[in-house]
């Protein structure tokens, strides 16, 4: 494993992402959608940087098995109330290919927010295989498959507090 961000620099970025948040959106209220799982950690975190009032959703997809997308996203759970009218932010923990934001963009434009931008902790432009891109990144990062603060390996390695470089020969 090796570490990639700590606790320490990704806490010092999100405490700068969280009012840059708040001045994009000015000072009505935010639905912030959690896309589960990977993003729980980066947005309990990124909600509390965040001054004012910020709502909190959840949503689930899923595409991915082992380190391959599968292409076939699908909503695993769905938000509990509706965003029509609301200034909303989905909250990911890495855009890759691209596929799961753009399917998740769709879905949830056609439930007309107001406004709907996208906040994600890191993003791999390299990968991308449709044009999409979030309103606020925490990092670029490389072609690497990374894990921790929430990302998982088939459910593995979430509860690290840092974001990690996955090396399967060290790391099993
Ligand atoms: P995309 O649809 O290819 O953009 O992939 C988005 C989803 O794939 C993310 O929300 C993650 O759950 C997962 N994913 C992509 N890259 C990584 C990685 O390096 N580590 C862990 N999960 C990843």
Known sequence: MRVMFSPEVLASRIAELGPEIRSA????????????????????????????????????????EG?????????????????????????????????????????????????????????KPSRRTVDVSADFIGFEIPDAFVVGYGLDLDERFRNLPYVAIYEPAVDG
């Not at 959608?33 to 309990?44: D, E, I, N, Y």
């Not at 769905?78 to 965003?83: E, Q, T, Y």
């Not at 399917?103 to 902790?121: D, F, I, K």
């Open 67 to 123: 380190t391959e997308s599968t292409g076939h996203v699908r909503i695993t759970h769905d938000l509990r109330s509706s965003i029509q009218g609301q200034n909303c932010l989905i909250i990911e923990d890495i855009v890759d290919t691209g596929l799961t934001l753009h399917y998740m963009l769709a879905q949830l434009r056609a439930r007309e927010p107001s406004l709907l931008r996208v906040a994600t902790l890191l993003d």
């Open 25 to 64: 959106f000015g000072p009505g209220p935010i639905t912030a959608v959690c896309v589960l799982k990977g993003s729980v950690l980066f947005a309990a975190d990124l909600v509390r940087a965040i001054p004012g009032d910020v709502r909190l959703e959840f949503l689930g997809v899923s595409s991915y």
